[in-house]
């Protein structure tokens, strides 16, 4: 399994960008990079996937450089509630599906 | 679908008592995981099943701990006896077939054990 390393945490403001970057250097052909969100007192949430270059849906973007190295997870015009932890995980999507979770990053999003 | 439903949602505890853990997955979907979370040890993979079947439980941490799946809608994690040290929210996630990484994560149980 590659193993992650993100930030620690982040603070923002309401109505910037956010981008929170994970690097993932031994990452292997056959691995997908995921992105879950967690809310204080819930279970982690999926928030994206991708395998190379970007990949947007109606929550955030994905940006993967071509040497998958590492990828940028990517929250536009944040509010109060994107305060969270958020979490980068690589693996393999076929065969062994075991999801391991790192420390995440805390994003705090203050007025 | 109501999603992963977990019961109880808390529960408190003696040492050395039994501590049963229920999850209910999403109908369908056919990979089941246990986690457990502290502020010291984060997010840990405990065990996860593929169609019923236990893959991997390394992150079992001692025998006192045992998970079950008896079926495709049912899975319980038990501990016993318990320790204060066993103290952790208790989650159990879903996903649709075995290496999809969209999981679903259900409230969890929060167990205190006194």
Request: neutral net charge.
């Amino acid at each position: 399994l590659a193993k992650t390393t993100q930030p620690i945490s982040m603070d923002s403001y309401e109505g910037q960008e956010v981008n929170i970057t994970c690097s993932h250097n031994n990452i292997a052909t056959n691995d997908y990079i995921t992105w879950y969100q967690q809310f204080p007192s819930q279970g982690p949430r999926f928030i994206i996937q991708g395998y190379k270059t970007k990949v947007t849906n109606e929550v955030a973007s994905l940006f993967i450089p071509a040497d998958r190295k590492s990828s940028t997870l990517s929250l536009p015009r944040v509010s109060l509630s994107d305060t969270a932890v958020y979490y980068c995980l690589v693996g393999e999507t076929g065969g062994g599906n075991k999801l391991t979770f790192g420390t995440g990053t805390q994003l705090k999003v203050e007025l | 679908d109501a999603g992963v439903i977990q019961s109880p949602r808390h529960e408190v505890t003696e040492m050395g008592q039994e501590v049963t853990l229920r999850c209910k997955p999403i109908s369908g979907h056919n990979s089941l995981f246990w986690y457990r979370q502290t502020m010291m040890r984060g997010l840990e993979l405990l065990i996860y099943f593929n169609n019923n079947v236990p893959i991997d439980d390394s992150g079992m941490p001692e025998d006192r701990f045992s998970a079950k799946m008896p079926n495709a809608s049912f899975s319980t994690l038990k501990i016993q006896p318990s320790e204060p040290r066993d103290s952790a929210v208790y989650f159990c996630a879903s996903s649709l077939r075995p290496g999809y990484h969209e999981a679903f994560f259900g409230q969890g149980t929060r167990l205190t054990v006194v």
